[in-house]
């Protein structure tokens, strides 16, 4: 309460010929932008408006993970590549840091894209056609999406993700006909072997290399590709190319060892990461247990041992 009383009636007087005219050139200019504001989003080349749907990051890493794995075609320097009918729906994983899977489309065919986060927010940003879209944890973001040239495109991460948020980069390839695989390197993409249960009901063996091709799978679906490199580099984990055979130096229980890396060190630094940490790496972020079978795990250590240096 003020101190003074107002005078009575202050709030009852007639408003100025200028302040009228002031207030219908505002509510006019609101009115208009408003209608432009619309118009924009319809005719202007803003981003579509997008479907989302509430979900969880496990439902949809778990979603994404057996779509990947009943239509993966091959493997794209770790990560896996997936080449969906059109009309169908596409569902694509971001993570520390990566996007999964990579993409190869058909021009002018269209796809239901179906986006997510398994942690926290990241940019999906495609290049050079700069579109942009935010990927949040626990929305599914759906994006019908055509392509109208052939071409190679990068989905880079344009949320700041931490310390491999420049190393997220994803690839979209599209195609007009089957020739322009070779362009990008796709034309002799391996598949895995299809999973056990028939292979193992009729008595056979997997041969080593049908089990690293598993390996390799299990390496790509379940993101050790994010950490783990192929190509000699290390800036999270160590590199998975030559590992196997290797000496390393390691820490355990806060004292230095030196270990050889063969199958029982790998299927321990599997189920037990912490135990013996690789001296370099101890300061970095530490490695999640990863929900892998015995299976799972026996043809990771098939796919580090194919790795050559
Ligand atoms: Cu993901 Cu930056």
New binding site residues.
């Given amino acids: 309460m003020s101190l003074l009383s107002p005078a009575e009636g202050w709030y009852y007087k007639k408003v100025a010929k200028d302040e009228k005219m002031w207030m219908i050139i505002a509510l006019v200019l609101c009115i208009s932008m408003f209608v432009w504001m619309i118009m924009w989003h319809v005719y202007g080349k803003q981003n579509p408006s997008s479907i989302t749907y509430r979900t969880s990051t496990t439902e949809f890493a778990k979603l994404s993970e057996a779509y990947i794995k009943k239509n993966m075609v091959g493997v794209d320097n770790g990560v896996p590549v997936v080449r969906p009918q059109p009309n169908t729906d596409v569902f694509i994983l971001?993570?520390?840091?990566r996007w999964s899977p990579a993409l190869i489309l058909q021009k002018d065919q269209k796809y239901k894209f179906h986006i997510s986060?398994k942690d926290?927010?990241?940019?999906f940003s495609i290049q050079p056609v700069n579109m942009n879209f935010q990927?949040y944890p626990g929305y599914d973001y759906v994006l019908e999406f055509k392509p109208t040239e052939t071409g190679e495109y990068k989905v880079?991460?344009?949320?700041?993700?931490?310390i491999?948020?420049?190393t997220?980069i994803g690839r979209i390839v599209v195609i007009e006909k089957e020739e322009d695989l070779k362009l990008y390197g796709y034309e002799n993409l391996k598949k895995a072997p299809d999973p056990l249960p028939e292979t193992k009901a009729e008595g056979k063996e997997l041969s080593e290399t049908d089990k690293a091709l598993l390996g390799e799978q299990v390496y790509t679906l379940k993101g050790c590709a994010a950490c783990h490199k192929l190509d000699g580099t290390s800036l999270l984990a160590p590199s998975w190319n030559g590992l196997f055979g290797k000496e390393e130096h390691v820490i355990e229980n806060g004292k230095q060892i030196t270990v050889t890396v063969d199958e029982d060190y790998i299927r321990e630094s599997i189920k037990n990461p912490q135990q013996k940490v690789t001296v370099g790496f101890e300061k970095n972020p530490p490695m999640p247990v990863f929900p892998l079978t015995d299976e799972d795990i026996d043809h990771v250590i098939a796919y580090i041992k194919s790795l050559k240096k």
């Fill in positions: 971001s993570e520390m840091w986060s926290l927010v990241h940019g990927v880079i991460c344009n949320e700041f993700c931490g491999g948020h420049h997220m």
